[in-house]
Structure formats: C-alpha cells, structure tokens
C-alpha cells in the first residue's frame, strides 16, 4: 500500500491483502462491504480504507457518513519512511493529503472531483474564473473540511479572520500540504477556516449554501471581480504617477534635467553626477523600487581616487533577456562620471 502515490491505486492492493479475511460464507465482496466489517474488528484497517474511499470517491455525503464512523485518533502517527514500528507506519500511505485534528476535524486535500450536482454547480465557478483558483491557490483542488458537528465545508478554503484584498486575493491559503509528521496538527487545533469559494454543508438540516467570494452566485462574483481588480489597477496607477512625479522633481531639483532623462533611460554620460546613479529607483508593477547601480567600493591608481558602480540585478535580468549593454563598470571622481567600461 504504501508504495502507491494515487488512492485509486490503492483498491486492488486492498482487496489482495485483505481476500484470506473476506472467504467463506458471507464473504464481502466490495471495499465499502470491507469497510463496514473492519469497523467493529480493526480501526487501523477501517481507518486505511475509510480514507481511502473517500479519496476516491465523488459524494460529499458519503465522505461525511464514513469519517463519521471512524473512531478518534487516540495519538498521531509519524509517516517517515524509514520508520519500522508497524504500529507508526500503518497509517502512512492512507492519510496521503489528509489531515487529522485532534479536535476531529479532518481536512482531505486536492479532491480531484466531486459529484456536486445535487448540491450546486461549484465547477462552473471554476472553470469560468480560473484566475480566482490559480492566482490565490496555485492550482490546489478542492478540500472537504470535516466537522464532527456535522457543518462541513466543500470548496476553496483561508484561515478566519484573514482579508480578502481589494482585488479580491486572499491574505493567505490553505491548506499546507501534510507533514510526514501527521502529530504536528494537534496543535492546529486553534485555526479556524472559512469558504471563498465553495459550499456550506450543513448534514443536521440538509442545508447546502454556495458562497463565492462572500457573493451568492458565480454572475455576482465574477462582475465584483473585474470592478475590483479595475479598482485596484487605478488605484495602482494613481499612487505610481504621485511617485513617479515626486521622483522626478526632486531629481531635476538636485542633479539637472540632463541628469535625469539621461538615467531616465538606463544612460550615462561623462561629467553626470554619481548621487543620480543610486537616488535614481525604477518603479517595479509590484509597487517595489530598484536601484539601477551599486556602490562597489574604491580604488586609486596614478591620478587618483576613483569610485567604481556596477548595474545592479535588473540589468543582469536585462543582459539575460538579450539587451547588451554599453558598459559593466562605471568611473566615478571627484562625484562625477569620468568613464566606464
């Protein structure tokens, strides 16, 4: 079992192992008919094919019935490979992308689908605003959040309490990917979670309520989207012109105009101040400044005292991309630009 990577994978070893218990008279002929008869006799093997199932099946309903029934991990198991205690490996390739709470929650990561028709139409969020699951959830599946209370979750998940920012991109996402050390999320207890996009299953009432990005329908959230992401964009643009401007005056202030729409442009001249090389930042899209030249030190030779200034990493970036530069290493005396190289 666990040489395996998919759960799928994991069926055919399981009806093997388990064939000399399921012979004779009566025998159960199915996994599910298995898992219901280990229940009673063995919680480790109930527990393996519990998940199991659940990983490879469709029906949130029916994750829920089954870890429903699965006792309470009375300790956590470490999953490290080399390990040899029988009793500390049993679990290890069963609880792949399943993660135990001690206060009973389970969290079942990367669903690769679920039957949700019944329920509501998750997959057209999905597959109409791939740019909510890939920007915030770097392709992450589906999770299934269990509650023994009964209120599950079915969806896209972040921790409660943290923001959705302004152009709708959570603060953070969950949930990490298990440790080998499946004992580390006992201490997790605390972490709340909550839905961005996905589904409220409450099975007490019967009660299955979307919520996409704190909006009721898939129409509502993609127009909030574009709205917001407009809105950011020209916030954006709007603090960037004030930089930009700000920039540019007080450098033609202190050092010319000459000075500035020559560094403007990544240039140099004999006779530039050196203050412009390092005061002067490029303006990144993430709002980040880049100094286009560093100081590298000093040096003397016969007529004098020199100061030497290399293009910084932007450059580099620009050399790898194709752009050739006129020069690696610029010359600096007496706070001016004598040459370069």
């Known amino acids: 079992m666990i040489s395996l990577s998919h759960p799928e994978q994991f069926v055919p070893q399981i009806k093997k192992e388990l064939t000399p218990y399921l012979n004779g008279p009566g025998s159960r002929k199915t996994i599910k008919e298995a898992f219901q008869y280990f229940l009673g006799k063995n919680d480790k093997i109930a527990t393996c094919i519990g998940y199991l199932l659940c990983q490879s099946g469709r029906d949130p309903k029916e994750w829920y019935e089954i870890i429903k029934q699965l006792p309470a991990p009375k300790k956590f198991y470490y999953q490290d490979e080399d ?6 490996t049993i679990y290890r390739g069963c609880l792949h992308d399943v993660i135990l709470f001690s206060d009973g929650r389970v969290a079942i990561l990367n669903i690769p689908e679920a039957d949700i028709d019944n329920y509501d139409n998750l997959a057209s969020l999905t597959s109409r605003m791939p740019e909510f699951v890939n920007d915030f959830y770097n392709n992450n599946k589906q999770a299934f959040l269990y509650d023994p209370s009964g209120k599950c979750m079915f969806g896209y998940f972040k921790e409660k309490g943290t923001e959705i920012y302004a152009n709708m991109r959570p603060d953070c996402s969950v949930f990490e990917r298990p440790a080998r050390d499946n004992r580390l999320y006992q201490y997790k207890d605390h972490l709340q979670y909550e839905l961005v996009a996905g589904i409220n299953l409450d099975f007490n009432t019967g009660v299955f309520k979307p919520t996409y990005y704190g909006y009721d329908t898939p129409d509502e959230a993609i127009k909030a989207k574009g709205q917001k992401k407009a809105e950011a ?28 729409n020559y560094i403007k442009q990544g240039k140099i001249y004999v006779g530039m101040p ?22 590298k030190g000093t040096f003397r ?34 706070r001016k630009v ?3 190289r």
């Open 83 to 88: 390990c040899q205690d029988d009793e500390e």
């Open 233 to 260: 964009i020209k916030k954006y643009n709007d603090t960037l012109t004030k930089i930009l401007q700000a920039q540019k005056t007080a450098l033609i202030k202190k050092y010319g105009e000459k000075a500035y």
């Open 274 to 295: 050196a203050g412009i090389l390092t005061e002067y930042k490029e303006i990144q899209t993430d709002g980040t400044a880049v100094q286009l030249f560093s100081f």
């Open 301 to 334: 030779n016969n007529a004098g005292v020199y100061s030497l200034y290399e293009p910084s990493g932007i450059f580099q970036l620009f050399r790898e991309l194709g752009v050739k530069l006129d020069y690696n290493k610029i010359y600096v005396r007496n």
């Open 338 to 340: 004598t040459g370069w």
